[in-house]
């Protein structure tokens, strides 16, 4: 568990920061798709929605990592301690990608070919989405906001 218990009241403020992060992540992607090959995204745009969300998968990938140090991660929020099965390891599919080819100059960014350099927003969304998911349903919906538990709901009927 969390080096330190949260109160519900603290919780709830978080799970705000979370909606936050989820709806910033899931609205760049839909605003993508809606608006590819159309004169309407431009090169300039498409990579301000690509690193905006890249900011965000950073986060919630973080949100579903190790425990660290004042961090947010979904075992704050578990009704239990039990562990949950995620279906994507978001870290290990994204993080060396967004730290090399976004967050920092590397020369590791050279050894990306083409194809990996390109962002699939959407189906990334998905996959972070079935880890939302699995959360959700193990989470104590006590602990989280209002605005998270019906944005979530929007998303999973869809």
């Not at 967004?98 to 699939?120: D, G, I, P």
């Not at 079935?130 to 538990?149: I, V, Y």
Request: hydrophobic share 35%; with cysteine.
């Amino acid at each position: 568990m969390p080096t330190r218990q949260r109160t519900k009241e603290e919780l709830i403020e978080a799970s705000e920061a979370l909606y936050y992060e989820i709806m910033m992540l899931n609205e760049c992607a839909k605003f993508s798709e809606t608006f590819k090959n159309t004169i309407y995204l431009s090169q300039f745009l498409e990579n301000i929605l690509t690193e905006s969300f890249c900011v965000h998968l950073r986060n919630i990938t973080e949100f579903f990592g190790k425990e660290k140090r004042d961090y947010i991660t979904y075992k704050f929020f578990m009704a239990s301690e039990k562990s949950i099965a995620l279906p994507h390891d978001l870290s290990g599919k994204y993080n060396a990608k967004v730290n090399n080819l976004l967050s920092h100059l590397t020369f590791a960014r050279l050894a990306f070919k083409q194809e990996e350099k390109t962002w699939l927003l959407s189906q990334i969304a998905n996959q972070v989405n079935e880890n939302l998911r699995e959360f959700f349903g193990n989470a104590d919906h006590n602990s989280l906001c209002n605005k998270l538990e019906n944005y979530m709901e929007g998303i999973f009927r869809n």
